[in-house]
């Protein structure tokens, strides 16, 4: 069992309608039919939404994903309209608010990886494959791939795992067109982004990206959700990478950390939701989004 630990009640606001309360946004409808995003100051890890939230989190991932849109711009058109809050939204809904395309969503998440390490690096240790791409023999957690692989997943409800499959599975749930189209388009989206992130000396070790189609006749492919955040991404700093180890990252390793050891009193292995995080735990978290968001950005948070 896990999910939310306390599912929030969401904020009602004339003029939207609420569609779905997710891990870290809440999504709406507007009446002229766009979508509207808001982000979240919550964090969740080993499949619970935690009960304390990130303070700035919401914003940060707002606005890098708005950040790395333009750098992708000539490269992947994305879903994003407007930034203006919607008229009677709440305050606190600026800077984490964006007005979208509703897109036809490919049930796929599209993960493009450089580097082995995580659910990559178990099936590796298994079978000496990632999603049934064959790799070479001698890697290790942190290992540079050859060449950056598609490794698509199923997406899971809130409390579940996604499922690693392959691209064959892919092909067959959503064709071979679309299928091609969502490889080409996430390997070059990852390569762009790897290049910005080692000129600012950080390693994008492997990440997630969500398409849908715009058009009645699937000819737009557009990158929607969030996009090479900390939440959707493995952010190594470069000069301190090093192979056969689990590496140092910009995400929310303190949280897991704490929650897995002996002070936190809390048992993963048990439907117990886990306990609040402390205060320490919460700034030292918010404090890597944050380096995140300038190292790669070269913008201050304020």
């Not at 409800?157 to 080409?184: F, W």
């Not at 000069?239 to 929310?252: E, F, V």
């Not at 809390?266 to 306990?275: I, L, M, N, T, V």
């Amino acid at each position: 069992m896990s999910g939310f630990v306390e599912k929030p009640e969401p904020i009602q606001v004339p003029g939207l309608v609420h569609l779905h309360t997710g891990k870290v946004r809440e999504l709406y409808r507007n009446e002229a039919g766009d979508l509207v995003m808001v982000a979240s100051d919550r964090i969740s890890a080993y499949d619970w939404v935690l009960p304390t939230e990130i303070p700035d989190k919401g914003r940060i991932l707002t606005q890098l994903s708005l950040w790395w849109f333009e750098q992708l711009a000539d490269l992947a058109p994305n879903h994003v309209l407007s930034t203006e809050l919607p008229a009677g939204a709440p305050a606190d809904w600026q800077g984490r608010a964006l007005v979208c395309k509703s897109l036809r969503m490919v049930p796929v998440e599209c993960v493009a990886r450089g580097y082995l390490t995580g659910s990559g690096l178990a099936e590796y240790q298994e079978s000496r494959t990632v999603c049934g791409l064959a790799l070479p023999e001698g890697l290790v957690d942190g290992s540079e791939l050859p060449a950056p692989i598609f490794t698509p997943a199923t997406k899971a409800e809130v409390g579940e795992h996604d499922e690693n499959v392959s691209y064959e599975e892919v092909a067959r749930q959503v064709g071979a067109d679309t299928a091609a189209r969502l490889r080409q388009a996430t390997l070059a989206v990852y390569s762009r982004a790897r290049d910005i992130a080692r000129d600012r000396g950080i390693i994008l070790a492997d990440t997630k990206f969500e398409f849908g189609f715009e058009g009645e006749q699937n000819e737009n492919l557009v990158l929607a959700d969030e996009v090479l955040t900390p939440d959707s991404s493995r952010f190594w700093p470069a000069d301190q990478w090093q192979p056969g180890r689990a590496q140092p990252s910009y995400d929310k390793q303190f949280v897991r950390d704490w929650l897995t050891s002996a002070e936190s009193g809390w048992d993963r292995k048990s439907e117990q939701p886990p306990p609040p995080l402390p205060p320490q735990v919460v700034e030292a978290t918010r404090a890597k989004y944050v380096e995140a968001y300038e190292r790669l950005t070269g913008l201050s948070w304020s």
